[in-house]
C-alpha cells in the first residue's frame, strides 16, 4: 500500500483512541485487516460490535447487511460507519422484503404458514430480519444454522415431525445444513422463486416440503464446483478440501470438511505440518492462510474464482477517509436502521445470540 496513506491511516486510527472500533470481516483486503481491532466471522462480529458499549463510533469493514446488524446491536448513541456505502452483498439483494411479504401470503394461501418458522441467514437486509422476528422465527449465520435449524423445527413439532422452515435467502446453507446436519433429505427441500407466481411451487409441494429454501446464493461461493474438488484431488493427492457451507451442495459433499470463514482459519491453525489443503473460499482469506501458513500447502479450490467484489470496496483509501472524517467531527456513511424495523430485527438477532453453544 501507499506509504503515505499508511501513515495517514495510523494517525487518524491514533487520534480516535478509543472513541473508535474497527471490525474487519475475514474478506477484508490485507491494507484493512491491518487496522482492525478484532476480525472474525459475521457471528463473532456481530458478539462483538454488542461488546463495545464505550465506543462511540464503529468502523465496519464489511459489508452493508453487517453494519446494519451493528446498528441494531449497539446503543442509540453509539454511530456505526460503513467506510463504502456501495460494499452491499449480492445474495443479500436476492430478497427484498415486499418479496418476502408475498412469500409469505403464498404460504398462508397454501394453509402451511402456521406450520412454518422463517429463519434467515445474517447475509440479508434489516427489514427480513425484521419480518423474521415478527414471524417467531430467528437469524443464523454459516457457524451456528444447524442450532438455529433444530431451534426452528422445535417449535413446530421437531425435525421428525410434519412443520416447515422458510429459510432465506442463501438456498446452499439452508439444504447443506438440513441434510448434511439435519438429515432430512434433498426431496423435503423446495426452492421458492421470489420471480415467479407462487414461487414456482404448488400447493401440494408446499404442503410435502419441510425446508422452502428461498432462491438466493452467493456470487462467489456458488462458482465452485464439484469439477474442482475432482480436479485437485487429482493435482495434490492428500489433500484436505475445506469448503464454505454457502457452496453448492454437490461441492459440499465432495469436500472433507466444511465450515464458516473462522472454522476455516481454525482448521488451517490445528493442522498438520506439511499437510496440504484446497480452501473454497473467498480468495482475500485464502491468500492471507497461504501467507501464514507456509509450513502447509494451501491451495485456491478454484484458481478462476476471485474476490468478493463488494467486500472489496472497503479499501485503505475509503478507511483513510472515513476515520479522517471522524477526526475532524464529521460522521461519514453513518448506517442507522428505521426504529420499527431496528426493534423487530433486534428480537430475530437476540434470539440468534440465544441459541445454545
Ligand atoms: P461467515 O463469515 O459467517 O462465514 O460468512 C461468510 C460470508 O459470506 C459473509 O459475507
Ligand atoms: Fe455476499 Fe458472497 Fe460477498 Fe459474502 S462473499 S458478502 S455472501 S457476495
Known amino acids: 500500500s501507499d506509504p503515505d496513506l499508511v501513515e495517514r491511516a495510523r494517525a487518524a486510527r491514533a487520534a480516535l483512541g478509543d472513541r473508535a472500533f474497527v471490525l474487519g470481516h475475514h474478506y477484508q483486503r490485507d491494507e484493512v485487516i491491518a487496522f482492525a481491532d478484532v476480525t472474525g466471522d459475521s457471528f463473532k462480529l456481530a458478539r462483538e460490535a454488542a461488546a463495545r458499549p464505550d465506543a462511540e463510533f464503529v468502523i465496519f469493514c464489511g459489508v452493508h447487511f453487517m453494519a446494519e446488524s451493528a446498528d441494531i446491536l449497539t446503543s442509540d448513541a453509539q454511530q456505526v460507519v460503513l467506510p463504502d456505502l456501495a460494499a452491499g452483498c449480492s445474495m443479500a439483494d436476492m430478497a427484498a422484503i415486499d418479496q418476502v411479504e408475498d412469500a409469505w401470503d403464498v404460504l398462508v394461501d397454501a394453509g402451511v404458514a402456521d406450520d412454518t418458522v422463517p429463519v434467515t441467514y445474517m447475509n440479508s437486509t434489516a427489514a427480513i430480519k425484521a419480518f423474521t422476528g415478527r414471524h417467531g422465527g430467528t437469524v443464523c449465520t454459516s457457524s451456528n444454522a444447524h442450532v438455529?435449524?433444530?431451534?426452528a423445527?422445535?417449535?413446530v413439532g421437531g425435525v421428525g415431525g410434519t412443520g416447515k422452515v422458510l429459510f432465506m435467502p442463501d438456498q446452499h446453507l439452508g439444504r447443506n445444513t438440513a441434510?448434511?446436519?439435519l438429515?432430512?433429505?434433498?426431496?423435503?427441500?423446495v426452492v421458492f422463486d421470489p420471480r415467479k407466481p407462487g414461487g414456482g411451487l404448488t400447493t401440494q409441494q408446499l404442503k410435502d416440503a419441510r425446508m422452502i429454501l428461498w432462491r438466493g446464493h452467493c456470487s462467489v461461493h456458488g462458482r465452485f464446483s464439484a469439477r474442482n474438488v475432482e480436479d485437485i484431488r487429482a493435482a495434490a493427492p492428500g489433500v484436505t478440501v475445506l469448503v464454505h457451507p454457502e457452496c453448492k451442495h454437490e461441492v459440499v459433499t465432495a469436500a472433507d470438511m466444511v465450515g464458516s470463514t473462522e472454522y476455516i482459519i481454525k482448521a488451517l491453525d490445528?493442522?498438520?505440518?506439511?499437510?496440504?489443503?484446497?480452501?473454497?473460499?473467498?480468495?482475500?482469506?485464502?491468500?492471507r492462510l497461504a501467507?501464514?501458513?507456509?509450513?502447509k500447502k494451501v491451495h485456491y479450490l478454484d484458481s478462476t474464482v476471485c474476490f468478493c467484489s463488494t467486500?472489496?470496496?472497503i479499501d485503505l483509501p475509503h478507511l483513510v477517509w472515513a476515520m479522517e472524517s471522524l477526526v475532524t467531527g464529521r460522521v461519514p456513511n453513518r448506517i442507522v436502521v428505521d426504529?420499527?424495523?431496528a426493534y423487530w430485527a433486534r428480537v430475530a438477532l437476540d434470539q440468534m445470540l440465544a441459541l445454545p453453544g
Open 148 to 151: 438455529a435449524l433444530r431451534w
Open 153 to 155: 423445527f422445535d417449535k
Open 179 to 181: 441434510v448434511l446436519q
Open 183 to 189: 438429515g432430512l433429505s434433498l426431496d423435503d427441500c
Open 270 to 287: 490445528a493442522a498438520e505440518p506439511g499437510s496440504t489443503w484446497a480452501i473454497g473460499t473467498e480468495l482475500n482469506l485464502v491468500r
Open 291 to 295: 501467507a501464514a501458513h507456509p509450513d
Open 311 to 313: 467486500m472489496n470496496r
Open 339 to 341: 426504529a420499527d424495523d
